[in-house]
């Protein structure tokens, strides 16, 4: 299977923490699944060390290190995944979460996610 890992399920599986579900964690230990990180966590994530509200600036600049060394595979963003990111309804808020759903409505993926919000948009949400 292949899942689009949200921001927040990349930094609990790093962190270890106890937030990330049972299913979820089954999920990210599954070698058989390909687990793919958008370009739009990477922005966000230096958006936050940029703020102070993540401590490892390492983790920021050596993140496609991390997710290489994690199996991850990096997922870039294309023109038409903007546009249509942009023109969703504003059910979330999050431009980085829209641009995410945007992405796994274009490629068809689930996405592994707590964030409930996201079952408000036409996308398969995984926890």
């Known amino acids: 299977m292949t899942v689009l890992l949200d921001t927040h399920t990349l930094i609990w599986w790093w962190e270890a923490s106890p937030r990330l579900s049972k299913q979820a964690s089954g999920i990210l230990v599954d070698k058989r699944n390909s687990l793919l990180v958008s370009a739009a966590t990477a922005w966000e994530l230096a958006i936050k060390a ?9 983790l920021v600049t050596e993140l496609s290190a991390h997710v290489e060394q994690d199996g991850f595979t990096e997922l870039p963003v ?13 059910h979330h808020r999050d431009p980085f979460d829209r ?15 707590a964030d409930a919000m996201l079952d ?8």
């Open 50 to 58: 940029n703020l102070g509200k993540i401590s490892s600036l390492d």
């Open 78 to 90: 294309n023109i038409a995944q903007a546009v249509r990111a942009g023109l969703l309804p504003r």
């Open 99 to 113: 641009l995410l759903v945007a992405q796994a409505q274009d490629l068809n993926l689930p996405i592994l996610s």
């Open 120 to 127: 408000r948009y036409d996308i398969k949400r995984l926890w």
